[in-house]
């Protein structure tokens, strides 16, 4: 599962995940996986212990991940932030935007939208509401 | 009127160049038709029955002349020489090609306009009340505002993948003309007893299938915290609005399955969080912009003019033509001397909203010349002149009767919103156009049209109730019945700031019926209305809805007597 960032295709670094439900009492760098239907402010106390963060998009049109993304960042989540599953080279800008790190898809998606397409999606102009701001 | 800064030139220009490239990777498979689809709509192109049908915003539904000549050379170079005015002051051109759309959206951008977010998933054009900056009952302009939502939510990074579509409209007047309490947020601007600027939030109104009346979420929101409280009702909706259906993934569903005050309560919690988050909140767009905004909508310099124009008076005492439609084509404005004209779209067999090229050049030119390079789409469907001297209105009247516009309709029963029905749209389970067309002929005769008064009948060719027929005084829907059009008439709908929705009348009847029918529940109407005052929503009011199902069903008459 290729992990895509600003500069291009980098390997899956594969950590395990925790499941949100599930976050231990102890325990510091946590990797954790936090569905798109939970509520983030529940990681709060624990932002500290975490490093990583994934949370899944089950397809392209669901945008709930955008939303989890700001408000993990709103609550003051400063660790890393990963969009994982069906995002098109489309939302890659918005993904940025709304907070995560980096984006990581499936090999088959990867074959079919390759790593030029995704540099090439960064390009992609920017609102300009948010270049006023 | 608002200009594209570089800033918005650059956004235009390169999201034409990306919808190529869109459509490029769809062809060569890159994107799946699921992953375009998306794409396609968030640039406001639909597939339909016959062809590609391309939605065009006109924000707020301003617009100057020179852009109506570009919509009007896109109608004759790449449509059939006409365009569709709608409901959303949107325009819809009902047969491009697809191998088109990129010139056409380059030339729209070349008049700072755009089809962006005209459909899809996302936050809708922005609708605003077609009188604003004229009208004599206005607080405030609302269209610095609405200019400012459409910049906000103009690919919203985290608002392009929404459960479902999402509309907002402001009104700067007590008198609403914008419908907002029929979309998924209505702003109403208000001021509060310190005299400070702000708007009553209303939310989950909607129409389609499941209509229903926005309700107030927040009674007095000050000016400056638009944005992070939009952003909080959307980040509520985005992260709680129901994907499993699409019928019931308006953010009306969830306002309605969720209470009022637990979905207040969300939405505040959100807000506070948002304006404790370092620095103040997220969304504060510059103060510099937001007072450049105000000043592009800044009142045109009107000249010091009487009250009264002699030379109208005269003119209208040698024409009744002029007179019946100064009468009823023409609304108070707020300085003296001035008027805000409505050109009726339709006329007696028009289509409802549609417009020729000739038609749309008329319409500009009379825009450049009489109205200070302004007009404006009504949700009516119909076109407004805001800024008109009185003086010239002689003149404008003679142009329009040439160009066959000057029907002296307006809020009238002819006035008719109907939308395309089966005549155009996929989705359609009736047609709604040649209803409309048949009432508009059986009604005609202008004095029998000015005794029945004010009086608005809706049409829609399938329950998605683009054409309003829920909040028309009659609503009329188009449905299907084992392969057959059928049409249910609803009363007592009502669009304004008393938003209500009809109730139905009875069962079902063909297209032929529904004339006949209309005619009996008019007749009926004038025979109980006690002074020709009382318009027929009043009258439905007072009486209530049987006298007028009697007139529509006289068959079931003798039973319940
Ligand atoms: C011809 C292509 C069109 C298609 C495929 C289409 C599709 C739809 C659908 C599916 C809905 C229901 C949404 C819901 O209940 O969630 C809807 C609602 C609506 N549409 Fe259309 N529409 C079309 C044209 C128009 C036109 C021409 C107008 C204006 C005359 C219009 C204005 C509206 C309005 C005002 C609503 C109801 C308000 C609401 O969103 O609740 N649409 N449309
Ligand atoms: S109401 Fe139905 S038929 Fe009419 S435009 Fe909307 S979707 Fe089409």
């Given at each position: 599962m290729p992990i895509i960032t600003d500069?291009?295709?980098?390997?899956?670094?594969?950590?395990?995940?925790?499941?949100?439900?599930?976050?231990?009492?102890?325990?510091?760098?946590?990797?954790?996986?936090?569905?798109?239907?939970?509520?983030?402010?529940?990681?709060s106390p624990a932002f500290n212990r975490i490093t990583l963060i994934v949370v899944p998009f089950p397809n392209a049109a669901d945008g709930r991940g955008?939303?989890?993304?700001?408000?993990?960042?709103?609550?003051?989540?400063?660790?890393?932030?990963?969009?994982q599953g069906h995002l098109i080279t489309d939302q890659y800008p918005?993904?940025?935007?709304?907070?995560?790190?980096?984006?990581?898809?499936?090999?088959?998606?990867?074959?079919?939208?390759p790593e030029e397409l995704w540099l090439r999606a960064k390009t992609r102009a920017i609102p300009p509401f948010l270049r006023r701001a | 009127m608002y200009r594209y800064d570089e800033f918005d030139h650059d956004?235009?220009?390169?999201?034409?160049?990306?919808?190529?490239?869109?459509?490029?990777?769809?062809?060569?498979?890159?994107?799946?038709?699921?992953?375009?689809?998306p794409l396609r709509l968030m640039n406001g192109l639909y597939l339909q029955l016959h062809a590609y049908m391309l939605r065009v915003a006109i924000p707020y539904g301003t617009l100057n002349s020179r852009q109506m000549r570009t919509l009007a050379m896109i109608a004759e170079r790449w449509d059939e020489g006409y365009g569709h005015f709608t409901t959303r002051q949107n325009i819809q051109y009902n047969w491009t090609k697809l191998t088109d759309v990129g010139d056409i959206l380059d030339a729209l951008a070349d008049v700072e306009m755009h089809a962006i977010q005209t459909s899809g998933n996302?936050?809708?054009?922005?609708?605003?009340?077609?009188?604003?900056?004229?009208?004599?009952?206005?607080?405030?302009?609302?269209?610095?505002?609405?200019?400012l939502v459409r910049q906000w939510s103009t690919a919203h990074p985290e608002f392009a993948y929404l459960p479902r579509k999402f509309k907002v409209a402001v009104t700067g007047s007590p008198n609403d003309r914008a419908v907002t309490k029929a979309h998924d947020i209505g702003l109403r601007m208000l001021r509060n007893e310190a005299g400070e600027p702000g708007f009553e939030v209303i939310v989950g109104g909607g129409m389609g299938r499941t209509p229903m009346i926005g309700?107030?979420?927040?009674?007095?929101?000050?000016?400056?915290?638009?944005?992070?409280?939009?952003?909080?009702?959307?980040?509520?909706?985005?992260?709680?609005?129901?994907?499993?259906?699409?019928?019931?993934?308006?953010?009306?569903?969830?306002?309605?399955?969720?209470?009022?005050?637990?979905m207040q309560a969300q939405v505040e919690a959100e807000f506070a969080r948002q304006m404790?988050?370092?620095?103040?909140?997220?969304?504060?767009?510059?103060?510099?912009?937001?007072?450049?905004?105000?000043?592009?909508?800044?009142?045109?310099?009107?000249?010091k003019l009487p009250a009264q124009s002699a030379k109208l008076t005269k003119a209208i005492a040698t024409d009744p033509a002029l007179a019946a439609w100064?009468?009823?084509?023409?609304?108070?404005?707020?300085?003296?001397?001035?008027?805000?004209?409505?050109?009726?779209?339709?006329?007696?067999?028009?289509?409802?909203?549609?417009?020729?090229?000739?038609?749309?050049?008329?319409?500009?030119?009379?825009?450049?010349?009489y109205s200070h390079d302004e007009l404006r789409i009504s949700h009516e469907q119909n076109v407004i002149l805001p800024h008109v001297k009185l003086d010239d209105l002689p003149e404008i009247h003679a142009a329009l009767q040439k160009a066959g516009l000057a029907a002296a309709n307006a809020g009238l029963i002819t006035d008719i919103i109907a939308c395309p029905g089966l005549d155009y749209c996929a989705l359609a389970t009736a047609r709604s156009i040649p209803v409309a067309q048949d009432l508009s002929q059986r009604f005609a005769e202008p004095a029998r049209a000015k005794a029945i008064g004010n009086f608005t009948i809706k049409i829609s060719g399938c329950i998605n109730a683009c054409g309003h027929h829920h909040v028309g005084h009659v609503g009329i829907l188009g449905l299907e019945k084992s392969g057959i059009e059928s049409y249910q008439i609803t009363l007592g709908g009502d669009h304004t700031e008393t938003l209500a929705i009809g109730e139905r009348a009875g069962p079902g009847m063909t297209a032929e019926e529904v004339g006949p029918a209309i005619e009996r529940l008019v007749d009926a109407y004038l025979d109980v209305r006690d002074s020709d005052d009382e318009r027929f929503i009043d009258t439905f009011r007072r009486l209530g809805a049987d006298p007028f199902k009697a007139a529509i069903y006289p068959e079931n008459n003798c039973a319940a007597a």
């Open positions: 500069t291009g295709f980098a390997p899956d670094d594969a950590p395990d995940l925790i499941e949100a439900d599930d976050l231990p009492e102890t325990g510091e760098r946590l990797t954790i996986m936090l569905p798109n239907d939970a509520d983030p402010s529940a990681l955008f939303s989890i993304a700001k408000r993990l960042r709103g609550l003051g989540y400063r660790g890393h932030l990963r969009a918005f993904a940025r935007q709304c907070g995560f790190d980096d984006v990581q898809i499936d090999s088959a998606l990867a074959a079919r939208m | 956004y235009v220009r390169s999201r034409v160049a990306e919808f190529r490239d869109q459509t490029q990777r769809r062809i060569d498979g890159a994107l799946t038709e699921d992953e375009y689809k996302c936050i809708r054009n922005v609708t605003a009340d077609h009188f604003a900056g004229a009208a004599a009952d206005e607080i405030e302009d609302p269209r610095p505002t609405a200019e309700k107030v979420i927040r009674d007095f929101l000050p000016k400056d915290h638009l944005l992070p409280y939009l952003e909080s009702i959307l980040r509520v909706y985005n992260l709680h609005g129901r994907r499993d259906n699409k019928y019931k993934a308006r953010i009306k569903i969830l306002v309605h399955e969720t209470g009022l005050e637990e404790r988050e370092e620095g103040g909140p997220v969304v504060s767009p510059n103060p510099e912009h937001i007072a450049q905004i105000a000043a592009y909508f800044a009142p045109p310099d009107f000249a100064v009468e009823n084509n023409t609304a108070d404005h707020r300085a003296s001397g001035y008027t805000i004209v409505t050109i009726s779209m339709k006329g007696m067999g028009d289509a409802p909203g549609d417009a020729t090229t000739a038609q749309m050049r008329v319409m500009a030119d009379l825009g450049e010349r």
